[in-house]
């Protein structure tokens, strides 16, 4: 048995990234090792690093297409899963074609830019009756999983509030990139890694927001490079998201949980949990098992083995979050609730 016949749409650095694992997940788990691949990218040279990454690992070469139109009608494609890594513009579309397909989705983050988006991907995943699963490393994440695991035991007691930030060169690393092009990015920063802090935090609140005031600062860019945001949730979690995309070259984050009865400490990506219920004993580092990361996740789902832990669900949660902080921002910050 191998790995299922695998399609990846955008070629670029993140697919790029995941392929490198998937090449070492099947170096150790030859039920896993890679089958069939196929590449779709209309850039040559993300075509050439992509096939340079089977030629160095002794792999036969992906057949490549230029488009996905041009890959879906060909009767040989027979593929059953594809991964979705392009501009965040391209992912409703390319998304919806390949569920019609009959292809399970793996998309990369964000889900979608808009409710409206998220709202009809999830109509065409229910109607095609196929696996989506959104690439958010934070809900992928066995320590956000195991975080949630908590929240839901009632350990740390109600939840009053989650304080949560996320840090990045991003300005000085993405000037000029289609991240800065506001019709591909479908947002700065607040939306590219800051999309982490918004879906891992909508994840740990587990509930939707009501009211949510928001400022968004250019800083000189077509799109936002930092973020303020206060929002309520229907539980009554009050929540604090902060984003600076303009400081030194590092990238890193910060999300508290704060419960009547104990603390969570956690980090966008899933890079740690810790846990405080006595105020005498400083937070401590909660065991978790150890995970290969997305790709062991999507074939662990796909296998029967887990539950969906990015589903599209959250991914709208999400989009009415974003679509909440650009109405309040274009308002200067005035409160604003969900579109009905
Ligand atoms: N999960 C993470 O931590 C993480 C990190 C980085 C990027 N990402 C996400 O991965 C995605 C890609 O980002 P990236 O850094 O790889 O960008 P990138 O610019 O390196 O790659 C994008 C690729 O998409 C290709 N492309 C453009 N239009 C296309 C089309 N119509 N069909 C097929 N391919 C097309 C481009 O030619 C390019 O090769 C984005 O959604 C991004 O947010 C996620």
């Not at 196929?38 to 160095?56: N, R, T």
């Not at 690439?135 to 304080?163: C, M, Q, W, Y």
């Not at 990506?269 to 150890?290: F, H, I, N």
């Not at 309040?328 to 409160?335: E, I, K, L, T, V």
Request: proline content about 6%; hydrophobic content about 40%; some cysteine.
């Amino acid at each position: 048995m191998t790995a299922p016949n695998l399609m990846i749409v955008g070629v670029g650095g993140m697919a790029r990234h995941h392929l490198e694992t998937m090449v070492k997940v099947g170096q150790t788990s030859p039920e896993r090792q890679l089958g069939r691949v196929v590449f779709v990218d209309p850039a040559q040279d993300s075509l050439d690093k992509g096939l340079a990454i089977f030629a160095k690992a002794g792999l036969p070469a992906p057949t490549c297409y230029r488009d996905l139109s041009e890959a879906l009608a060909d009767d040989d494609l027979d593929v059953e899963l594809t991964l979705i890594a392009t501009p965040h513009n391209l992912h409703h579309p390319l998304a919806v074609d390949c569920l019609r397909a009959g292809i399970d989705v793996w998309l990369e983050k964000p889900m979608v830019c808009s409710v409206t988006e998220a709202e009809d991907l999830i109509k065409v995943r229910d109607e095609t009756g196929r696996l989506l699963i959104v690439s958010f490393n934070g809900s992928l994440s066995p320590r956000v999983r195991k975080a949630r695991e908590i929240i839901d035991s009632g350990a740390i007691g109600e939840v009053t509030a989650i304080h949560a930030s996320v840090w990045q060169g991003w300005k000085t690393e993405q000037t000029g990139t289609w991240r800065t092009d506001p019709v591909q990015s479908g947002g700065g920063f607040m939306f590219d890694t800051g999309a982490h802090l918004l879906n891992t935090v909508c994840d740990l609140a587990g509930a939707d927001f009501t009211k949510v005031s928001a400022w968004l600062e250019e800083s000189g860019l077509p799109v936002d490079v930092l973020g303020s945001i206060s929002a309520r949730t229907t539980a009554g979690t009050m929540v604090t998201l902060a984003g600076c995309g303009d400081t030194i070259r590092t990238c890193e984050s910060d999300v508290k949980v704060f419960g009547t009865k104990g603390l969570l400490v956690t980090g966008v990506w899933g890079e740690r949990l810790l846990m405080q219920t006595d105020p005498k004993v400083a937070p401590t580092e909660v065991d978790v098992p150890k995970s290969a990361g997305p790709w062991d996740i999507v074939l662990d789902v796909r296998d029967g083995l887990l539950p969906n832990p990015s589903p599209a669900e959250l991914g709208l949660r999400m989009a009415h979050l974003w679509d909440m902080v650009k109405a309040s921002a274009a308002q200067d910050g005035r409160p604003v609730s969900p579109a009905t």
